[in-house]
């Protein structure tokens, strides 16, 4: 609770190495309102600082994951000026930098309907698992707008120029597991299962060589504007810094001794 009694925007637990944080308007489908990004930004600032936190689990409370800025924030009824650009660079661009750049794997568990800037950072996530009654919707041009919050790089990569912009240009909802078969997300899950099978892999990730997983994350996003030939040269430089790891050494120590790893992310 907030102190005037209102449940805060954004929630936080930290549990055994895992940073769950929950977008928590669920009576504006977790619509990003300027609180609710100020509040996810501290959130931000404080598990970064901490040092335990070795995996970032991203969802919605209630029936939706996010739909994107609050609409009910723009007053377009008025004559007053509109600069929408300036809420992109305080609030959007620096928070989708921030995401990708993330010292530990970031999951987006999209619970529900994800429309517009919620869609589109749910797809920067590292791994996105989703419901299968959930949707992903490119609501943008219903409203008059493109694609931002890294839309328009992310959609063509994930799942091809066709695709990208007939989603872009109709707006049209795609489902869960429609997602899933195009590539855009990792895995959609049975609604029964969802739940469990997000705690096993955060679990997981939370048990991972965290270094390890933030290096593979650089290497394959950085591949998108790599050649061959200085992907090569990154594999390298990178696979000499993770070799001096101790999680390396642990995790060599313990195939060897036909034992499970216990790595410590660093
Ligand atoms: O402005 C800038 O700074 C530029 C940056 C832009 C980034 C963006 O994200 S632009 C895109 C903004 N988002 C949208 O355009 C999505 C709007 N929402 C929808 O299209 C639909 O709500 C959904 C497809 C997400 C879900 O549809 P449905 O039928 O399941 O739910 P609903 O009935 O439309 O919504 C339920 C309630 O949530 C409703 O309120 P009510 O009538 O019960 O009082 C609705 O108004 C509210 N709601 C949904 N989305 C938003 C919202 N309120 C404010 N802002 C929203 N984005």
Redesign the pocket.
Same mark, same amino acid.
């Given at each position: 609770m907030t102190r005037d009694g209102a449940e805060p925007p954004v929630l936080l637990s930290v549990e055994r190495g895992v940073a769950r944080v929950t977008l928590n308007r669920p009576?504006?489908?977790n619509?990003?309102s300027v609180e609710l990004h100020q509040r996810l930004r501290s959130i931000l600032d404080d598990i970064e600082a901490r040092g335990d936190v070795r995996v970032m689990l991203l969802t919605g409370s209630g029936?939706?994951f996010c739909?994107?800025?609050?609409?009910?924030?723009?007053d377009v009824e008025s004559d007053a000026p509109l600069d929408?650009g300036a809420?992109?660079e305080t609030?959007?661009n620096p928070l989708v930098r921030r995401l990708v750049a993330l010292p530990f794997p970031l999951v987006c568990a999209v619970n529900g309907?994800a429309? $517009?800037? $919620?869609a589109n950072i749910a797809l920067l996530a590292d791994i996105v698992i989703a419901r299968e009654s959930a949707?992903f919707?490119q609501?943008?041009a219903?409203?008059g707008?493109m694609p931002?919050?890294g839309g328009t790089w992310t959609l063509p990569h994930l799942v091809g120029q066709p695709r990208a912009m007939a989603l872009a240009m109709t707006g049209d909802?795609i489902g869960a597991r429609q997602a899933a078969e195009w590539g855009m997300i990792w895995k959609a899950a049975a609604d029964a299962d969802f739940d469990a099978e997000v705690e096993a892999l955060v679990a997981r990730l939370a048990a991972a060589p965290t270094a390890a997983l933030v290096a593979i994350r650089g290497a394959v996003r950085g591949a998108w504007s790599r050649s061959l030939d200085a992907q090569l040269d990154h594999e390298r430089d990178e696979q000499r810094r993770l070799g001096r790891s101790r999680d390396y050494r642990e995790g060599v120590s313990a195939f060897k001794a036909k034992r499970a790893p216990r790595f410590t992310g660093a």
């Open positions: 009576e504006r489908l619509a990003l029936r939706a739909a994107g800025q609050d609409l009910a924030e723009r929408l809420n992109i609030f959007y309907v429309a $517009g800037a $919620g949707s919707v609501s943008f219903r409203i707008l931002d919050s909802p």
